[in-house]
């Protein structure tokens, strides 16, 4: 069964402090692994991909295919990172249509 | 084009009434998806179009569900004889299904509460 999990409702850290928001997934084939942000009252918006491998506002993400994870790291984090993260999964490469979600990280970063 | 726009935003309906949503894709976007949210939980996918050929429904749509994209352009989601748990956030997104670039870019959501 193809599968997203964020074991963390919930990641509370200061500013400055790294963070890891830890996603693991499920998938037989060749997934696309993707990380989207939802800022308080703002849509969903993607933050990065694993196949562009590019790091975005200071985040990155490998994918581990042995472990089947892909989590999303940042070394400091800042109070503009409070938001809610949530990991997804493309089948196929990417070319199946639908995205599987995660239930979501909310990360907080208090001052 | 200021991206995927929805309407309406919110949405109040009794038990058993229908509701029609729409959705604008980006305009040079070929694919079009939704997605329901309901609370604590991330989207899940409902079903998708390619230009107007509706490819993949989800189980979670069920009979009471319909989607339509007429022109390969906007789409309508409606939903027949609603129930309670039908209140959700419904996403609508859309892409360009091209040379590796599959990014989805999602509207701002229709919020329907069934009372």
């Known amino acids: 069964a193809q599968r997203v999990t964020q074991p963390e409702k919930l990641l509370s850290v200061f500013k400055g402090a790294p963070v890891e928001l830890k996603c693991n997934y499920s998938?037989?084939?060749?997934?696309?692994l993707f990380w989207y942000v939802q800022y308080s009252r703002q849509r969903l918006q993607l933050l990065l991909r694993h196949i562009s491998r590019e790091s975005i506002k200071g985040f990155t993400a490998d994918l581990n295919k042995g472990e089947t994870s892909f989590h999303l790291k940042k070394p400091f984090a800042q109070e503009e990172d409070s938001a809610m993260y949530y990991c997804?999964?493309?089948?196929?490469?990417?070319?199946?249509?639908?995205?599987?979600f995660g239930k979501g990280t909310k990360l907080s970063v208090k001052p | 084009d200021t991206g995927v726009s929805q309407d309406p935003r919110h949405k109040i309906t009794k038990r058993g009434q229908n509701v029609t949503f729409r959705c604008d894709p980006i305009s040079e976007h070929n694919r079009l998806y939704w997605y329901r949210q309901t609370l604590g939980q991330g989207p899940e996918f409902l079903t998708y179009?390619?230009?107007?050929?509706?490819?993949?429904k989800s189980r979670l749509l069920s009979d009471r569900f319909s989607a339509e994209r007429p022109k390969g352009s906007f789409s309508t989601l409606e939903i027949q004889r609603t129930e309670q748990g039908d209140s959700a956030m419904y996403l609508c997104?859309?892409?360009?299904?091209?040379?590796?670039?599959?990014?989805?870019?999602f509207g701002p959501g229709t919020r329907l509460t069934v009372t």
């Open positions: 997104a859309s892409s360009f299904h091209g040379l590796l670039n599959y990014e989805q870019y």
């Open positions: 998938y037989s084939g060749s997934p696309e």
């Open positions: 997804a999964l493309s089948g196929q490469g990417g070319s199946q249509g639908n995205l599987i």
């Open positions: 179009f390619q230009n107007e050929a509706q490819l993949e």
